[in-house]
């Protein structure tokens, strides 16, 4: 089904949680602020992803808070794997993985994303709060072994970790998994921040540098967005580079809508405005037709945050 801006919707990304293990300063927790614990359960998250499927959505990415502390996340994955036949992915911080990953890749789990903002220990610490850098990179060599691709999420930030680019690509390389790296996002309200401020870079900078140096471009359909590869001290390297803040184009091909841990479709990260309820509805005994309708109407509600005409 297409949104009033004749953007296609494909795929869904469902937080299945707020919680998490890790407490990094700089998280936009999918947009999820308040603090609830209403968490749907399985058979809902099922339902939900059978209507989704209905309106031709073959794509779940699942997100959180951290997905991997859900003790019923395999039981999950396992559901929207018989539902969702293009993709079922995940993002995760990695630090529960390597227990996990075997079982969720037989629950049918494609892909992984893995969240690595760094490769010190240290300032892992400062960055999420906790000494887990090592189980993250435990997680790492185990995903290799079952997933492709595996990507890492690598948030740049100014002054923190801007000066780990080339080892994080050393370490892409190394490990065989393809490297993000992402700008630190924001909504409007939060850009004049003193926390934004202080460590939002606009990565395109690496961009224009990988333009020059990469072997060869290759333009990632999926995503909409370029793939430098490149050799690296003798192996391949990939690198994708996600420049969302003021960018009309990231929005125009944006093809996903949210779903946050307590059951309301929320069309687009960075807004709380425009949420629809639909776990609470369906508690009060709504029927598939209804729930369609209400998927219907979000995604109608789904508009582009950075549009051209609101660029300077
Ligand atoms: N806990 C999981 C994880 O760490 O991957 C899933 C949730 S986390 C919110 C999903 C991704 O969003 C992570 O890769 C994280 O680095 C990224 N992220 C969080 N806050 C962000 C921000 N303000 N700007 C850009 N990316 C952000």
Known sequence: MKDRYGRE??????????????????????????????????????????????LGIRKVKFTGGEPLVRGDIVDIVSRASAIMDKDVSLTTNGTLLKKYARELKDAGLMRVNISLDTLREEKYLRITGLPLLKNV????????????????????????????????????????????????????EREKDDFFRKYHLNPKFIEEHLEQVAERVVYN???????????????????????????SEFCMNCT???????????????????LVELLSPMRNGANDEELLELFKRAIMLREPYWKPENLK
């Not at 740049?156 to 190394?174: A, H, P, Q, T, Y």
């Not at 003798?234 to 003021?246: N, S």
């Open 256 to 274: 996903r809508i949210r779903l946050t841990s307590d059951g309301k479709l929320k069309p687009c990260l960075l807004r709380d405005d425009n």
């Open 221 to 247: 359909e999926l995503h909409h967005r370029k793939r430098f590869v490149f050799d690296f001290s003798g192996k391949k390297a990939e690198v994708e580079i996600v420049r969302p803040m003021h960018n």
């Open 9 to 54: 919707v494909k795929s869904i990304r469902v937080s299945v949680t707020e919680r998490c293990n890790l407490k990094c300063f700089y998280c936009h927790r999918e947009g999820e602020w308040h603090e609830h614990v209403n968490e749907m359960k399985p058979e809902e998250i099922e339902r939900i992803l059978r209507i989704a499927r209905r």
């Open 137 to 188: 990179i435990d997680g790492i060599y185990e995903a290799v072994e079952l997933f492709n691709p595996v990507k890492l999420n690598f948030v740049l930030m100014k002054g923190l970790n801007d000066d780990e680019v080339e080892d994080l690509i050393r370490f892409s390389s190394d490990t065989g998994t393809v490297l993000q790296i992402i700008e630190l996002e924001a909504p409007v």
